[in-house]
Each structure stands twice: as C-alpha cells, then as structure tokens.
T-cell receptor, first 114, second 111 residues
Framework: NAGVTQTPKFRVLKTGQSMTLLCAQD?????MYWYRQDPGMGLRLIHY???????AKGEVPDGYNVSRLKKQNFLLGLESAAPSQTSVYFC?????????????FGAGSRLTVL | DAKTTQPPSMDCAEGRAANLPCNHS???????VYWYRQIHSQGPQYIIH???NNETNEMASLIITEDRKSSTLILPHATLRDTAVYYC????????????FGAGTQVVVTP
C-alpha cells in the first residue's frame, strides 16, 4: 500500500517551460489537494478536487492548472514556468471517518525554475 | 472554519512532556479540532483530532477545554524526532473543500 505518490521528486526547469506533476493515491480517496511550500513558509493551497472530474481553486491558483480524470490521479500543470514558482509541492488525499477530515500527504516534489 | 492562534515557537527538553497550546475562541459546536505536524522537508502528518472529549492515541493526547475555546496537544515523552512544525486546525464536521493550514508552532526538542 503506497499511499500518496508524487512524481517527479525533483525537477529543474527553465523559465517558460511547461511540466506536469503527478499525484497518485491508492486508497480510493475522494478528495485530493495540491499545496506549495516556499522556504520558511507554511503550506498554501493551490487547487483541490472533491471527486473525479471536479476541480476548484485554492488560495494561490494563478499560473497552475489541474485535472482529475481518474479518481486515483490528480495532475498539476505549469504551462509557462516562472522563477516565482520555485517551491516544494505537496499533494494530499483525504478520507473521512466519523465525519473527520484526515489528509495523507505525499513526500513532496521539489521544483526549481531558473 | 474558525480561526486558530498558536505560539510561533517553543522549546522542549528531550524526555519531557511537550504541551502545545491552541486558541480557537470562535469555534462552533460542529467543528473538530485537528492537529498535524510537519517534520523538516516532509509532507505533513495527521496526529489526532477531537470534538469535545479528550482524545489519546499512540502519538499524542488532545485536551479540549470545557468551553472548547482552546486545546492542548500533549506529546508525553518528547524525542528529538518530534522536532517539527505543529499545526492546529479547526474544521466543520464532515466538510471538505478548501483545507488550509496556518503558520503553526515550530517545536524544537533539545537533548
């Protein structure tokens, strides 16, 4: 049982390049989230999904797009990378038991934009 | 979701209990208190949650005041591996959608 897997773990891009981060979960969770974390800062929500085929904007959605075509996968795309998008990206998926919101996080993807 | 207030940092001696406070004075009756932690460079990890009763699991204990306006996360015997940022979050029961983290408390456990 792998939990939440993020690929790639590390990536270096040049300004203007595009890329996609993949988040895969094998826990049959409905809810999935993408966060970014800059050095010394807290987590900021980029986009999230409350089910297959649905996505919604978080706090800092500009410059990113997402898709949730399959329940187990949540993709985060950068169409034209900028140095300001240098960050560590975390994906999470959520399940509820007894009405509680419990998130399981991936190990993170470290992106550097030159 | 109700706003939470946590001290920005605190130190704890190894082997001693770490008591992490969280203020949530505007909490509603249908909101849970959650605690997560983030060890350096790793993804956050769920610790515990509670509604109004005190809760305990293998990681920690959660004490919620009777008026529910504040809570304390207790790490009974802190180890160096407990050095992390601890987040206190309040959320409506069985609600999803935006799930936002605040600044948390940086806990440093010293030998």
């Amino acid at each position: 049982n792998a939990g939440v897997t993020q690929t790639p773990k590390f990536r270096v891009l040049k300004t203007g390049q595009s890329m996609t981060l993949l988040c895969a979960q094998d826990m049959n969770h409905e809810y999935m989230y993408w966060y970014r974390q800059d050095p010394g800062m807290g987590l900021r929500l980029i986009h999230y999904s409350v089910g297959e085929g649905t996505t919604a904007k978080g706090e800092v959605p500009d410059g990113y797009n997402v898709s949730r075509l399959k329940k187990q996968n949540f993709l985060l795309g950068l169409e034209s990378a900028a140095p300001s998008q240098t960050s560590v990206y975390f994906c999470a998926s959520g399940s509820g038991f007894s009405g509680a919101n419990v998130l399981t996080f991936g190990a993170g993807s470290r992106l550097t934009v030159l | 979701d109700a706003k939470t207030t946590q001290p920005p940092s605190m130190d704890c001696a190894e082997g001693r209990a770490a008591n992490l406070p969280c203020n949530h004075s505007t909490i509603s009756g249908n909101e849970y208190v959650y605690w997560y932690r983030q060890i350096h460079s790793q993804g956050p990890q769920y610790i515990i949650h509670g509604l109004k009763n005190n809760e305990t699991n293998e990681m920690a204990s959660l004490i919620i005041t009777e008026d529910r306006k504040s809570s304390t996360l207790i790490l009974p015997h802190a180890t160096l591996r407990d050095t992390a940022v601890y987040y206190c979050i309040v959320r409506v029961v069985d609600s999803w959608g935006k799930f936002q983290f605040g600044a948390g408390t940086q806990v440093v456990v010293t030998p």
